[in-house]
């Protein structure tokens, strides 16, 4: 079986490869395609990869390559995992959009919007790609926005896009381990769109253990969540918010400890990456162990602001490992190769799963997957305050769609202006300005 990942020089491929050397099934992936525009990058993850194969004998192969068409044909899983302007892209959407006073993160608000007007038309001409050079591939989007760019992708490839997330599996299991449960044998009733759900109930034996665990303060310090919502605000809603939904329910101080560190999230990453690249040009270098130290300083700063202005203090050891992002994409694929069915919680088509949103509209809500992709199931509504939030993004999520497709730069403000954490169409019409004059791939929307 041959998998090509999109982005196959990106720092986190290794945490994909790592989860594939662990299968050894029948059907499992045999070759594993590397695709990238940056030859440097390839040859350095390529290392990287090559190290993690040693002493593993069925260890998949491995073909790096910078054209295309060639990674895409005859593919039968396509990860995408790009990033158009690179992590420097990410710090100008983060400087933009603080130096107006609001948040520039990555996947929310204005830094989300930028970055969704970048990367959409790439992912729409990947997707028309992957139709016509590979129309049986499954294609699985780890590409952020992941809802929003998956729903770009899903105007032409139908059901064979899936989104995922490791944020909502990662709550989940916190959240069963704070209840003494066991994360495996768990269902979570959880809903949204990506980056803003809600853990409404965590069933174990058919039975809702979650309204236990909001009753006890206790039990919510004991896990990251609950010390960043606070029990307060928990209790209040009734649920468990997704962790970014903390730049919502917190704005004003999420953007002015932004506002005040000494380098934003996208620059420190983009320093740090700069450095680990140059680094494996160097001869005599431990690739593995290299990135392996990377990655844990990575992940253990992640979020580290929010963390700071909730007093939630350091992350957990078990949640520095790995088995995020990479678990979902191996059981996802696992159960669409192989027909072996599993519950994961994904970004598809709406059908009637959420009756506030139209049927193709993305959301990210718990799936029976099989041989046939994806099915999203029915979850109860929404309360208001989730409504508001999730129709709000949602009319976003569709501005920039529109921007994308059209060129039209008041399509572009219009996605600015609606957004909760913007709020301004005088601001907004200044980020379109800024955000045009700093990124290159955003010269296709029109002047006034």
């Known amino acids: 079986m041959k998998l090509t990942i999109l982005g196959g020089g990106g720092f986190r491929v290794p945490l994909v490869y790592g989860a594939l050397l662990g299968d050894h099934a029948e059907g499992r992936v045999s070759q594993v395609i590397l695709y990238d525009t940056d030859a440097d990058r390839l040859t350095a993850v390529a290392r990287v990869l090559d190290e993690q194969a040693r002493g593993v004998p069925d ?7 910078t054209e295309l068409d060639e990674a895409l044909r005859g593919a039968d899983f396509v990860f995408s995992a790009i990033r158009v302007g690179g992590l420097a892209g990410r710090a100008a ?3 933009v959009a603080l130096g107006l006073g609001v948040l520039g993160q990555e996947t929310v608000g204005a830094g989300g919007i930028a970055y969704g007007l970048r990367t959409v038309p790439v992912a729409v001409d990947l997707a028309r790609r992957i139709a016509r050079l590979a129309p049986h591939a499954w294609v699985i989007n780890f590409t952020n926005p992941a809802g929003l760019v998956t729903e770009a992708m899903s105007r032409h490839l139908g059901d064979r896009v899936i989104g995922i997330c490791d944020s909502p599996v990662g709550l989940g299991r916190r959240i069963a381990r704070a209840l003494g449960a ?61 962790e970014y939904l903390h730049y919502y329910y917190f704005n004003r101080e ?61 992350r957990e050891e078990s949640d520095l490992k790995s088995g995020g992002y990479e678990r979902v994409a191996l059981a996802l694929m696992r159960a669409i190769a192989r027909n072996e069915r599993t519950s994961l919680i994904l970004n598809v088509r709406n059908r009637t799963a959420l009756p506030v949103l139209d049927a193709d509209a993305v959301v990210e809500v718990p799936c029976l997957v099989d041989a046939n992709g994806a099915h999203p199931v029915a979850v109860s509504p929404l309360p208001y305050h989730a409504v508001g939030l999730v129709t709000a993004v949602k009319a976003v999520e569709r501005a920039v769609l529109e921007a994308a497709g059209s060129g039209s730069r008041a399509a572009a403000v219009q996605a600015f202006a609606l957004h909760p954490l913007v709020d301004s169409v005088a601001v907004a ?10 990124h290159p791939q955003l010269a296709y929307l029109d002047r006034p």
Do not use: C, K
Not at 200 to 225: C, I, K, N, Q, S
Not at 268 to 290: C, H, I, K, N, V
Not at 429 to 438: A, N, P, Q, S
């Open 59 to 65: 260890a998949p192969a491995v073909v790096a390559t």
């Open 93 to 95: 959407d983060e400087r």
């Open 182 to 242: 066991d994360p495996d044998r768990a269902w979570i009733d959880y809903a949204g769109l990506n980056h803003l759900g809600w853990v409404r109930g965590l069933y174990v034996d058919g039975r809702d253990e979650l309204p236990r665990l909001l009753a006890d303060p206790g039990l919510l310090g004991t896990f990251e969540e609950g010390r960043l919502f606070g029990a307060e605000l928990l209790g209040s809603l009734g649920a468990i918010p997704n």
């Open 254 to 314: 999420a953007v002015r400890a932004y506002q005040e560190a000494g380098q934003t999230r996208g620059a420190f990453l983009r320093d740090q990456q700069e450095g680990f690249y140059a680094r494996m040009r160097e001869p005599g270098t431990s690739a593995l162990s290299t990135w392996d130290r990377t990655r844990a300083e990575r992940e253990a700063t992640y979020m580290a602001e929010n963390r700071d202005v909730a007093g939630a203090g350091e």
């Open 429 to 438: 019409r200044r980020l379109v300005d800024g955000y045009t004059e700093v």
